[in-house]
């Protein structure tokens, strides 16, 4: 069993982790109504942000993985009301986590979309640019429509 001081940092980890999942379920937001509104600038900063983000949950993480021991034998050793407060932290965090899984699903759709525009931009730039060089490399041969004041 944990004592008090052991309790009250699992909560306080726990507490962190939501509040860190929160975090970037709002980052997730904006990232999102930036690339709606096709903001690019600010791109960069806000993925970093994210990086930066899950690398201090996965510090939390790890710091509870050590406190608690990591083994099957410690969960055995927890009192029921610290099972039923981690269950309650768990399940904010996976509803935190599903909507943050629903936006990224949603930038996802976005981005493939802008791929598929991009490419499609990039085909008849291609083309274009064919088509002038093979206008441009029959200048030696007879003139054509455009080259009629010669």
Not at 104 to 118: F, G, H
Request: charge should be positive.
């Amino acid at each position: 069993m944990f004592n008090k001081d052991g309790l009250s940092l699992i909560c306080s980890y726990l507490e962190k982790k939501l509040a860190l999942f929160n975090h970037y379920l709002s980052i997730t937001k904006k990232l999102k109504e930036n690339l709606e509104s096709n903001q690019e600038n600010h791109l960069d900063s806000l993925l970093s942000e994210r990086g930066r983000c899950i690398r201090r949950i996965q510090m939390v993480d790890f710091s509870m993985e050590k406190l608690l021991g990591g083994g099957r034998e410690s969960s055995l050793l927890l009192s029921d009301r610290l099972r039923l407060l981690i269950s309650s932290y768990a399940s904010r965090i996976k509803n935190t986590m599903e909507r943050i899984l629903f936006l990224d699903k949603e930038m996802l759709a976005l981005a493939e979309a802008e791929e598929t525009n991009i490419r499609a931009k990039l085909l008849k730039l291609q083309n274009a640019r064919q088509a002038i060089k093979s206008y441009c490399a029959r200048e030696a041969g007879p003139p054509r429509f455009l080259d009629n004041s010669r």
